[in-house]
């Protein structure tokens, strides 16, 4: 119970500095909005085919996670991280993070993929639900790790070297499986073909979680 109190307090908190600076939010939407437009300046000529449709919406979701989610603990300054020391359990506070980055990455992701098919009207995916999954699973797949890493980087000097070592191994089999699953959905293949790749992928999220919450408490008492 106490726990959970800890949890959606440090939530509420997180919205809050969100909605008073914005910069989280309106720096990753400027990036989509204007990485998509870019693309559909740099393909029109090409015409849009599925795998480079496929593949630029992946490469866009990748870094706009990376912008938005890789400093969760990193922008926080000494005094911010003992403050939440002081106010709540280790646990709390990364079941928060990871909370809140989660439903920040599927608010992203959603309107991303929605701007995605307005302005690449040309193609859209014959099992747009089976890619709305895809989508679903790549932000919470990619907000689980990044948050991990950011709480592990921001205890390191160099925190945002550190980050970028730590997430490479980490993040490349989560987008195979997760570019795989959106493939699928792009070929029009029967769900039944993609029950691998969503196992996979709910299991990588649980032992990401469960990694973090055995190893957050040694690191956050450093």
Known sequence: MQLAKEVKYLIHK???LEWRSKYTINGVLLY???TIFTCYLSFISLGTEKL???ALFWIIILFASINGVSKSFLQET???QLYSYILASPAAILISKTIYNTLLMLFLTTIALILYAIVFDTFTPPDLILY???VILGGISFSTVFTMVSA???KAGNGGMLMAIL????????LILLIKLAKNAVDGLPWENS???IGMLLVVNVVVVSVSLLLFPYLWRD
């Open 152 to 154: 592990i980087a921001s």
């Open 167 to 174: 997430s490479f191994p980490i993040i490349i089999p989560v």
């Open 52 to 54: 480079i449709w496929n």
């Open 195 to 197: 029950y691998d790749e």
């Open 32 to 34: 989509v909005v204007s």
């Open 78 to 80: 000494k005094g911010q």
């Open 132 to 134: 709305y999954v895809a």
């Open 14 to 16: 997180e919205v809050l």
